[in-house]
């Protein structure tokens, strides 16, 4: 086969949209074919991929031919050399596309896209693994490749024109409360109040604080117990010790109630739709909450294993008294050349230094080194800081879809945002 085109002679096929092929789809367009003969146990030997053209040799019993396959304007385009007209597909095509689907699933096909993981493959051996089958052969991206741009992302694409549309409080001042006359919010001689920040595991909700009454340690300056969680949210007005504790306390519970209504990520879904409002109402309340607890003494961090927890006591593996920080990280972007492809990676800073080992599993918020947290400026902070989380730490973009990547992510993103450009690629 020629000139990169097999269209002439072929059987198409529609694909989906998103390049997918329903197995119903593919009944529907191939006209029921599976009544007109039978192509048993058919074997796919890979012989090619050239020009866009995937070839194989389609072997039943005795029986040989050649298989050419395109996917091209999201149509795939069928060609058998069995000698069959191109207005309905031969029964050796019908039975291996239907091999195909079912080993490899309804998105294989995408595969074999211009500038997709095929040609990429076959351009960049040492980034991708083949396997070869008798359902003839599939590529995989490798896992040091994280979530790659268009081709294979971790996670769907957000609309970053939204996200950058989102309100950004960050030039804000971070404006530490002063809970009036009890700082330390001691109870008694054994007691003292505690807040404890709940991330909820598998990220079934946004994190949220519960204040809980905490056994203080004979000296007083260590909590050794906690009581339990109902404690903290239902009865701590009778020993509240100031107006401005109760309003921390009904703060927290009405931040409670708001987290449970949503997924645990910004990003679920749409988060532009009806969420938004919802969203940024617990921005503001995290705001309001951050800054009261700055001045209490103990505050921790809790892995909250499900709701069912919330009726005992906080378990004692899972807590960790933890620093908020008063400084508001500055997020900046950067894309390293890397050959290939680029790598496009987020960074933060602190008062303008490069913050190391920051952790981002935690939404609305980054940590160091698990015991210092800082709240993020924004929703808009928030929402990237989760996308490229969720990304795996960091999104390939191979130089075919750079275009598409600045267009859709950079040029956006730069009238925010620092981006750095680091590698060959830039330094003319
Ligand atoms: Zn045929």
């Not at 309340?285 to 607890?293: A, C, R």
Request: aromatic content about 12%; overall charge positive; hydrophobic content about 40%.
């Amino acid at each position: 086969m020629k000139n990169g085109d097999i269209q002439q002679q072929a059987f198409r096929i529609s694909l989906m949209p998103d390049g997918r092929l329903t197995s119903e789809s593919l009944k529907k367009q191939s006209g029921g074919y599976r009544y007109r003969g039978e192509w048993p146990d058919a074997c796919l030997k890979f012989i090619s991929f050239s020009d866009g053209i995937f070839t194989l040799r389609n072997t039943s019993n005795d029986e040989s031919y050649t298989l050419h396959l395109q996917v091209k304007d999201n149509k795939l385009f069928v060609s058998c050399n069995c000698g069959h007209n191109k207005i309905t597909i031969c029964k050796h095509a019908y039975w291996t596309l239907g091999d195909i689907h079912w080993k490899f699933g309804e998105y294989y096909f995408t595969k074999l896209m211009s500038h997709g993981m095929m040609e990429l493959a076959f351009k960049y051996p040492m980034l991708f693994d083949k396997q070869e089958s008798n359902c003839g052969l599939n590529v995989f991206p490798r896992a040091e490749l994280k979530s790659i741009y268009h081709l294979a992302p971790a996670v769907s694409m957000p609309d970053i024109k939204a996200i950058l549309n989102l309100p950004n409080p960050s030039s804000k001042a971070f404006v530490p409360y002063t809970l009036g006359s009890s700082p330390k919010a001691q109870i008694s001689r054994e007691k003292a109040m505690a807040y404890l920040v709940i991330i909820s595991i598998r990220y079934e909700h946004l994190p949220s604080v519960i204040p809980v009454i905490g056994q203080l340690t004979v000296k007083g300056n260590a909590i050794k117990s906690f009581d339990s969680f109902l404690d903290g949210l239902q009865k701590t007005n009778t020993i509240i010790l100031s107006t401005a504790q109760k309003a921390l306390h009904e703060k927290c519970l009405g931040l409670y109630k708001l987290t449970e209504k949503l997924p645990g990520e910004l990003l679920a879904g749409n988060v532009f739709s009806k969420r938004l409002n919802i969203l940024a109402e617990i921005f503001n309340d995290w705001m309001e909450i951050y800054s009261m607890l700055h001045s209490q003494h103990f505050v921790f961090r809790y892995v909250l294993f499900g709701k069912r927890e919330l009726r005992g006591k906080p378990k004692r593996d899972r807590w960790l008294q933890v620093t908020l920080s008063a400084i508001t990280p500055v997020l900046s972007f950067v894309v390293t050349d890397k050959g290939d492809h680029y790598r496009f990676t987020l960074r933060v800073h602190i008062d303008g230094v490069l913050l190391d080992n920051v952790k981002t599993g935690m939404p609305l918020f980054i940590t160091q080194n698990e015991e210092t947290i800082f709240r993020l400026g924004s929703l808009r902070d928030a929402c990237l800081v989760e996308w490229l989380d969720r990304s795996d730490g960091w999104i390939t973009v191979f130089k075919e879809h750079f275009d598409a990547f600045q267009k859709e992510v950079l040029v956006p993103l730069e009238a925010h945002y620092a981006i750095q450009f680091i590698g060959n690629d830039f330094n003319s």
